[in-house]
Each structure stands twice: as structure tokens, then as C-alpha cells.
């Protein structure tokens, strides 16, 4: 849930740890710090909020050091004040980390007795620990393989020690890390944006890797084995990483959902037909079940994905949180395939669903964005979002591409089980470029959306209501918006609204209603106007075809209204056109919308 990044090499590493941290800084943003080391001293500089503020700090030391370590923080234990930022320092030891350390009570317990605490956070606690051990053994890497018996929990650490001042050593266990090494420069970070520009060839560590870095990379794993490592690539640019004229990170990835639809129509379905699928997303016949498992936002595509697998495959699918899944009794089942959906592939819950999954022997299917990140790699079949590096907190691009790989998923299983014949799955799929279109009409037309938003972004409540898909629309939906503009806002299923929650609404309060599917659109047209009589605004959003059965009863004050594609892909457009929506909101009413207030991009800890 925090940035870490080491350095060691030829330039400034303050320059080179700074323009890394703000590469990390939607990992976590409240506070920051660096330890770096001239003429083998390190100094420690820390600052409370945005790493500009450590930056600024900084500028006045104008001696060059060429070794450091720094961190970006989103506070888990104790507050986000400069006490508790990182790196922190016990005895000759000095450490950054991102992850929880779950037995860090018992752990301090003991080394109280040795060392006096000053901050409230468990790394503190770790970093006591490694010093402890490091006291005891002149090879660091005992120590370190000796910490890791003793702790619980998750880590990427990176540390140096006093009486070691030119090495970095680093270790990992259910944190990501990455390794990278250009020239006679050595990086050690949380992912590669952090290190983009000055090189996309990087290393993965494993659970339990230790590594040290002198002259040289030495890989080690948690026996203290010396062990090789495949050198991996990143085939984006450094282009992902930035804004590129945009004013923030989210508006430019919601633009960056047409290249998501180049990027899986050519590598999934160049030929828009049912054996592009069939090659590239595999066979399911085997499965009688689904049950798909995400947060957030992925579990909202995982909800999509209900709907669409029951109504058009007729497969049985449950949705459920990561958090819960990891938590409830398992009942095994081979003819079960546990779908898990993570953009990052590091969210911890979703992991630790994976692993709960495969320890009962269930088949895995991820379908994640981030290349070879650890649920992507421990899952028995991934298939790859194509969707580019997210730095917005809030996804937008990467949820769109969840979205169509498990639309284009519901179609091959709706083949498979006979459903559909190889002409209408086809038929659908050649659809898949007025895909594209629509959504560069939407995207061309922002002012639309521009415009209801400088109507409603005083508000301080709101609804989504729909049914069936349009429901897990609703809640993605109401999502984008509260997490990014503060509006409170609540995703209903429309028939359960008069069941209690109705009471909430108030004179002038907007009930967004999607409504898509024609068959049950009239229901929730009148869920809509009953919240009419009670004096709400409505903001209708629907297709065109139904557009035209509900135009002249004019009972919307706003609407949103897309052209009909496909059962499939109809969703696909509705949720650019919102999340454009809850962007202009936050955009009005001043917020910050990358790095919305308490989140981060990847939540690695419980
Ligand atoms: C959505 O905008 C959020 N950033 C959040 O709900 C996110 O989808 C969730 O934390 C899951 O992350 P993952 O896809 O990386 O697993």
C-alpha cells in the first residue's frame, strides 16, 4: 500500500529516489522520506503529505550522494505525521517498507526490552528486529533470513546498514518488488513506474527472496541459496506513466479506454470471430459453476459478469468480495472455476482468495492487468487485461477492460453450452468496432457531461438504481462518484428501494436510473418516478431504443443516452459516459482526483 524505492549508482540519489516516489506517489500520499548516504553517512529527511513537500526540503542539500533509499506512504499503523513516515532507523539499521507486519505487538513486546520505540507503526517494530539479528551475525543476510522465521504478515523491505553503507539489501513476501539494474545503476522499487525512465528491464522477486546489492545483483532465496532470475520486459513506455497534456491521470486513462479496445481486439480477436476466442481465453466446457472474486471495482465487473453468464450462457455464477471469500468455508468443487479480478494482481484479499481457492483444489482463472504481478502468476490460467499502466486511484481504463474481456467471456461460454450459434457470436463480435466508435463519440462530446455536472456537483447525496446488469452498473457507478467527489452516494437494486431506503430521498435529490435491458426497463422506469413523486431529479440513463418508448414522458431532468450495440457490449459505454460524469464532478468542486483523500491505488495489506 506504500511506494518504496532504493537506489544506488552513477546519478543524485535524491533526484533519482524523489522522480521515483512521485512515480509511486498513487500507492499512498500522506506523508514521505528518504535516507540517503554522502561520504558513507546517511541522513534521514522526512515530511508529512505529498512528496513535492520532501522534495522541496531537500533542495537545499546540494551534495551529491549516489546510494538511498526512500518511501511514499498511505498510513496503516499510527498517523500520517513525519514521527511515523518512513525510512526508519533503529540502531545501525535503517529500513523502508510497504505491508503489515500482523505480529509486530508480540514482536515489540520483546524487543522493548533493547530498544526504545518512537513512532507508533509495526515497521518500526520489523526494523528492530533486523537490527537485533544484524547485531548478532556479521552476514546480513542470516539476519535477514533469520527476521523472516520471525515475522507475520506481508513486506517488501529495502534496507542499509550503517556498517555497511554502499550495500542495499531488500526481501520480499506478499509486497511486490522489482529489481532492475542499468549499467552500473541498481533500482529496487515497488513497480516499474517508479524506475521507467531509465529502464523497462526488471527482475521479480518471489516470496522469500532476499537480495543484496554491492557491485552486483545477488539473488538469494529464503534458504539463502543463491538463485537466478529471468529478466522481465515491460512492453508499454514511459508514455504510460505520464499525463501527456492532461490535467490528471483519470481523464487521460478514460481516454485511454479506446487504445484498451485496440490493444484486446488485436491480441484476443483479430478476426472477430469465435476462434480467436476459442485460442486465446481456452476451453470451459468442464465447469458447471463460476464464482468469481474481486474488490472494488473488480468485484463490480465480477457482478457484471454475473448477470451477463446467467442470462446468455445460463451458468451458474456467484460474486463474492475478496474479503469475504477468504473468510467463509469453503465447500471444494472440480467442476468450479474460481475467477479472480485484479487490476494490480496484488490486492491482498483477492491473493489470499487465489491461494485459498488452489489449496482446495479448484482451477483459477485471473484476469488482471498488471504482467506477471503475483495473483497473475500464481493463478493456474491468467488472461491479460491489455489495458496500460493505471496511476489514477480511481480505475476507470482498466475496469472498462475487465469488463469486455468478461463480456467476451460470457459470449464463448454462451457458445460453448450452445446458446449461441457460430453466426450470432459472430455477428456480436463483429460488432466490437461500433464499440470503438461509440466511445469516441462520448469521449468527443465531454461537454455533455461537463454540463450536467456543473448542475449537480453541490449535491450531497445521490442514487444509482437498476436492475439485473444495470444494478452492477449502478454500483460502479456510484463508486467513481463517491470516491472521487465526496458525494455520498448509494447504489440501490430498484425494486428494493421502497423497501426502506426510499424514506432517504428528498426534495431535489438525483436518483440516476440506468436502464438498458428492455424487459425489465419499465419496471424500473416506475422505481424512478415513484422517487419522482417524492421530489427527486432524474437523471435517465439509457439507450437509444428505449430512449424513444420513454422520451415523451419527459419525467428526467437529465439524460444520458448511448446507441444500441449489442446485449453484450452495451454496458461498455454506459460506464465511460459515467465515469466522465463523476470526473467533471470532482473536477468542479475542486478535489483531488488522482489521489482522492484515505486511498491508494493498490491495497496490499487486509
Ligand atoms: C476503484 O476505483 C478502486 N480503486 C478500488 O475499488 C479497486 O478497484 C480495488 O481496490 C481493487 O483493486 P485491484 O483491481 O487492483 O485488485
Not at 245 to 267: A, C, P, Q, T, W
Request: include cysteine; charged fraction near 25%.
Amino acid at each position: 500500500m506504500c511506494g518504496i524505492i532504493g537506489y544506488k549508482g552513477m546519478s543524485d540519489a535524491k533526484k533519482v529516489i524523489i522522480s521515483g516516489l512521485k512515480a509511486l506517489e498513487y500507492r499512498g500520499y500522506d506523508s514521505s522520506g528518504i535516507a540517503y548516504s554522502t561520504n558513507g553517512k546517511y541522513k534521514i529527511v522526512k515530511m508529512q503529505g505529498k512528496v513535492s513537500n520532501l522534495e522541496n526540503k531537500l533542495s537545499t542539500d546540494t551534495e551529491i550522494s549516489n546510494i538511498g533509499i526512500g518511501h511514499t506512504r498511505w498510513a496503516t499503523h499510527g498517523k500520517p505525521n513525519e514521527v511515523n513516515a518512513h525510512p526508519h532507523k533503529i540502531g545501525k539499521t535503517t529500513l523502508v517498507h510497504n505491508g503489515i507486519i500482523e505480529n509486530y505487538v508480540e514482536l515489540k513486546n520483546k524487543l522493548k526490552e533493547i530498544y526504545t520505540f518512537k513512532s507508533e507503526t509495526d515497521t518500526e517494530v520489523a526494523c528492530a528486529l533486523i537490527d537485533y539479528y544484524a547485531n548478532k551475525s556479521s552476514n546480513k543476510l542470516e539476519a535477514l533470513k533469520k527476521a523472516q522465521t520471525m515475522i507475520n504478515g506481508s513486506y517488501a523491505f529495502v534496507i542499509i546498514f550503517d556498517d555497511e553503507p554502499e550495500t542495499i539489501y531488500a526481501m520480499r513476501k506478499n509486497s511486490p518488488l522489482i529489481i532492475a539494474q542499468k549499467d552500473n545503476n541498481f533500482y529496487v522499487a515497488s513497480d516499474i513506474a517508479a524506475i521507467l525512465s531509465y529502464t523497462n528491464k526488471y527482475y521479480l522477486l518471489d516470496q522469500g527472496d532476499i537480495i543484496k546489492i554491492d557491485d552486483k545483483i545477488s539473488f538469494y532465496n529464503s534458504e539463502l541459496t543463491p538463485i537466478n532470475k529471468k529478466l522481465e520486459e515491460y512492453s508499454g513506455t514511459l508514455n504510460d506513466v505520464m499525463k501527456n497534456g492532461y490535467d490528471h491521470f483519470m481523464i487521460k486513462e478514460i481516454h485511454d479506454e479506446l487504445i484498451v479496445y485496440k490493444n484486446i481486439i488485436r491480441s484476443y480477436i483479430p478476426n472477430f470471430d469465435i476462434t480467436d476466442l476459442e485460442k486465446n481465453f481456452g476451453t470451459f466446457t468442464k465447469y458447471e459453476k463460476i464464482t468469481i472474486v474481486g474488490c472494488g471495482s473488480a468485484y463490480h465487473t465480477g457482478l457484471a459478469a454475473k448477470y451477463l453468464f446467467e442470462n446468455y450462457a445460463h451458468i451458474e455464477t456467484n460474486v463474492e468480495m475478496a474479503s469475504e471469500y477468504r473468510y467463509r468455508t469453503i465447500i471444494p468443487n472440480k467442476k468450479e472455476l474460481i475467477v479472480l479480478i485484479s487490476q494490480s494482481g496484488e490486492t491482498a484479499d483477492t491473493l489470499e482468495a487465489l491461494r485459498i481457492a488452489k489449496a482446495n483444489g479448484m482451477d483459477t482463472l485471473s484476469i488482471v492487468n498488471v504482467l506477471s504481478s503475483s495473483i497473475a502468476r500464481e493463478s493456474d490460467k491468467v488472461i491479460y487485461c491489455l489495458a496500460g499502466c493505471e496511476i489514477a486511484v480511481a480505475t476507470t481504463k482498466a475496469y472498462l477492460a475487465q469488463l469486455l474481456i468478461l463480456s467476451l467471456l460470457s459470449i464463448l461460454l454462451s457458445y460453448e453450452r450452445g446458446k449461441l450459434t457460430k453466426e450470432e457470436v459472430n455477428n456480436y463480435l463483429k460488432d466490437l468496432p461500433k464499440l470503438q466508435k461509440e466511445t469516441k463519440e462520448i469521449l468527443d462530446n465531454k461537454k455533455y457531461y461537463q454540463d450536467i455536472a456543473k448542475d449537480i456537483y453541490k449535491d450531497h447525496e445521490m442514487f444509482f438504481i437498476g436492475r439485473n446488469l444495470d444494478y452492477a452498473l449502478c454500483m460502479e457507478a456510484s463508486l467513481k462518484m463517491k470516491e472521487i467527489s465526496y458525494i455520498h452516494s448509494e447504489a440501490y437494486a430498484a425494486g428494493e428501494l421502497k423497501h426502506g431506503t426510499i424514506s432517504l430521498i428528498e426534495k431535489n435529490m438525483l436518483v440516476a436510473g440506468i436502464v438498458t435491458i428492455d424487459s425489465i426497463a419499465p419496471k424500473t422506469i416506475s422505481n424512478l418516478k415513484e422517487t419522482l413523486a417524492r421530489g427527486s431529479n432524474i437523471l435517465l440513463v439509457t439507450t437509444k431504443k428505449l430512449f424513444k418508448d420513454y422520451e415523451k414522458d419527459n419525467f428526467y431532468k437529465y439524460t444520458i443516452v448511448v446507441n444500441n450495440i449489442n446485449p453484450f457490449f452495451e454496458c461498455l459505454p454506459i460506464i465511460t459516459t459515467l465515469q466522465l460524469l463523476s470526473y467533471y464532478v470532482a473536477l468542479y468542486k475542486g478535489e483531488n482526483i488522482d489521489q482522492p483523500r484515505n486511498l491508494a491505488k493498490s491495497v496490499t495489506v487486509e
